[in-house]
C-alpha cells in the first residue's frame, strides 16, 4: 500500500489500531472506567482521521475495498453511533458482575466489520466485514450474562444468522458459477452484456438478497427482531438497530448500484412487495405492543421498509437521488433510533434487574424528569415524521423519490404506515403525561449527566435539521457525487 492508501484508510486503521491498544490494556489492567474512556477517545480519533482522508478519495486500496466518501461518510456513522453507545453504557452496566472491559473491545470491533462493509466492493470483503460485525454482536447482546433474557437473545440470533449467513453464501456461489466473477463492478458489467440474465444469476440474487432482508429484518424474514431486541441491553439493542442494520443497508445500496441486481423484472418486483408488507406489517403489529422496546422494534421494520423505495428508486428512476435520500435517511434514523434506546438505558436502574421498557415504567415521566420527557416526546414524533423534525424531512426525501421513480404502491404504504405508526407514538407520550403512581413516584435519579447530556445533543440535532436541513444536505450530496454520476448511473471500481 502506498501513503496515499494508508491517508484514505485512515479512520479505519486509526479505530483498528486503538482496538488493539484496547485489547492489550484491558489484558494487564481490569478497569471498566479505564475501558470505557479508552474506547471514547478510539470513536474520537477516528472521526477526527476523517478530513486527512478525504483529499486521497475516491481510491481502490485493493481489489476488495472501493474508499469514497459515501465509504467514509457512512464510516463516520458508525463510528458516531459506536461513540454515543459507550456513552450510554458507561452507567448502564455499572455495578454489574463480571468483567466488562470486553463489552467496549466488541463495540470497537463491530464498527470495524461496519466500516468494512460501507467500502466492500467484493463479495470476500462483504463476509470478512459482515462476520466481524455479527459475531461481535452475538457477544453484546448476551451481557450481562447473568440475566437470562440477553442470553436468550443472543442464542436465537446466533441461530438464525447463522441461516442468513448460509443463504447469503449459498446465493454468491450461484452468482460466481454464472459470472466467474466476485466483485460487484464485474458482476454488473455480466449483467449489463447478458440481458435477461440466466436462472442462476437469478436464483443467486434472490438468495443474496433474501440474507440481505433477513439481516436488515424485513417481512417475512422479521421474526427474529422483537425478541432479540427486547431481550438485549438497552444500549445494545440502539446498537443493533443502527449499526447493525444500516452497515448491511449500506452494503446492499453499494451492491445494487454496482451489479445492477435490480434490473430484473421479477426481483425488482420482489424487493417491492417485501418493502410494501415491511411497511404496513411492521406498523400493525406494532399497535400490539405494550412493551416499548418490542415497540420500536417493529417500528424499525417499517422504517427499513421505507428504506427500501430509495433502494428501488436507484435501479428504476435517478440513482443519484436514490443514494441521496438513502444517506438521508439513514442519518436520521440513527438520530432517532440511538436517542430512542438511549433513553431506555437512562430510565434503567442498575439494581433494577431489568430495563426500564414497559409503557408503565415511562408513567408520569414528565412531571418528574421534563427535560427526558420531553426529549424522548421530540424523538417520538420525529419517528413519526411530524413537521419541524429531521423525521419530516427524511420522509419528504423518500415522498419525492417515490413520486421520481412512479412507485405508487410504495408511496401510498408510507403514507399508511406513517399514520398507523403516530398512534403507537403518542401512546408512550401518552403514559409519560400520566399523574405518577406508587409505581414511579419514588422514581430516583435517572442516568448520568453524560447520558443525558447525549439524549438531548440528539434531540437537538434532530430540532435543527428539521427546521433547517440545508448543511446535512450538502454534506449528503459531496457524498453522493464524489462516487461519480454519468448519465444517472453512479459510479463504483472499473
Do not use: C
Not at 72 to 93: D, E, P
Not at 154 to 164: F, H, M
Not at 367 to 381: D, I
Amino acid at each position: 500500500m502506498s501513503g496515499a492508501d494508508y491517508l484514505a484508510t485512515l479512520p479505519l486503521l486509526v479505530l483498528a489500531g486503538a482496538t488493539v491498544t484496547l485489547l492489550l490494556v484491558v489484558s494487564f489492567r481490569r478497569s471498566h472506567a479505564l475501558a470505557a474512556w479508552l474506547t471514547t477517545i478510539a470513536f474520537g480519533a477516528s472521526l477526527a482521521a476523517v478530513p486527512f482522508s478525504l483529499p486521497e478519495l475516491p481510491r481502490e486500496v485493493t481489489p476488495l475495498l472501493w474508499l469514497d466518501r459515501y465509504a467514509v461518510f457512512l464510516g463516520a456513522l458508525f463510528a458516531a453511533a459506536g461513540l454515543v453507545t459507550v456513552l450510554f453504557s458507561r452507567r448502564y452496566l455499572e455495578g454489574r458482575r463480571g468483567d466488562l472491559e470486553e463489552y467496549y473491545v466488541l463495540v470497537a470491533t463491530a464498527t470495524i466489520g461496519a466500516m468494512t462493509m460501507s467500502a466492500a466492493a467484493h463479495f470476500a470483503s462483504f463476509l470478512l466485514g459482515l462476520e466481524i460485525l455479527t459475531i461481535s454482536l452475538y457477544g453484546l447482546i448476551g451481557y450481562p450474562e447473568e440475566r437470562h433474557t440477553p442470553l436468550e437473545a443472543a442464542l436465537k440470533y446466533l441461530v438464525l444468522s447463522g441461516v442468513a449467513s448460509t443463504t447469503l453464501l449459498f446465493g454468491m456461489a450461484l452468482i460466481y458459477l454464472d459470472t466467474g466473477t466476485l466483485t460487484f463492478a464485474g458482476l454488473g458489467r455480466t449483467l449489463r452484456e447478458e440481458m435477461p440474465a440466466s436462472l442462476y444469476l437469478i436464483v443467486g440474487n434472490a438468495l443474496l438478497l433474501a440474507g440481505i432482508a433477513f439481516k436488515l429484518s424485513l417481512v417475512p424474514f422479521h421474526m427474529w427482531t422483537p425478541d432479540v431486541y427486547e431481550g438485549a441491553p438497552a444500549p445494545v439493542t440502539g446498537y443493533l438497530a443502527t449499526v447493525g442494520k444500516g452497515a448491511m443497508f449500506a452494503l446492499a445500496l453499494r451492491y445494487v448500484v454496482d451489479s445492477a441486481a435490480l434490473q430484473s423484472a421479477t426481483l425488482f418486483f420482489a424487493v417491492s412487495t417485501v418493502a410494501v408488507l415491511s411497511m404496513i406489517a411492521g406498523n400493525l403489529l406494532a399497535l400490539l405492543q405494550h412493551n416499548v422496546k418490542r415497540i420500536l422494534a417493529y417500528s424499525s421494520i417499517a422504517h427499513l421498509g421505507y428504506l427500501l423505495i430509495a433502494l428501488l428508486v436507484v435501479s428504476s428512476a435517478d440513482a443519484v437521488l436514490g443514494v441521496e435520500t438513502a444517506l438521508v435517511y439513514l442519518t436520521t434514523y440513527f438520530a432517532m433510533t440511538l436517542a430512542a434506546f438511549g433513553v431506555v438505558a437512562v430510565a434503567s436502574s442498575p439494581s433494577q434487574g431489568r430495563d426500564a421498557d414497559t409503557l408503565a415504567d415511562f408513567e408520569g415521566l414528565f412531571w418528574q424528569r421534563p427535560a427526558l420527557a420531553a426529549s424522548f416526546a421530540v424523538v417520538l414524533l420525529s419517528l413519526a415524521g411530524i413537521p419541524m423534525t429531521l423525521g419530516f424531512i427524511a420522509k419528504f426525501y423518500l415522498f419525492a423519490a417515490g413520486v421520481e421513480g412512479a412507485l405508487w404502491a410504495l408511496i401510498w404504504a408510507l403514507i399508511v404506515g406513517s399514520g398507523i405508526g403516530l398512534f403507537y407514538y403518542l401512546r408512550i407520550i401518552f403514559a409519560m403525561t400520566l399523574q405518577p403512581d406508587a409505581h414511579t413516584e419514588g422514581r430516583g435519579a435517572i442516568g448520568s449527566r453524560v447520558d443525558r447530556g447525549t439524549v438531548i445533543a440528539l434531540t437537538l440535532f434532530l430540532i435543527a435539521f428539521g427546521v433547517y436541513p440545508t448543511p446535512l444536505i450538502d454534506v449528503v450530496r459531496a457524498a453522493v457525487l464524489s462516487i461519480g454520476a454519468t448519465a444517472g448511473q453512479l459510479v463504483g471500481p472499473s
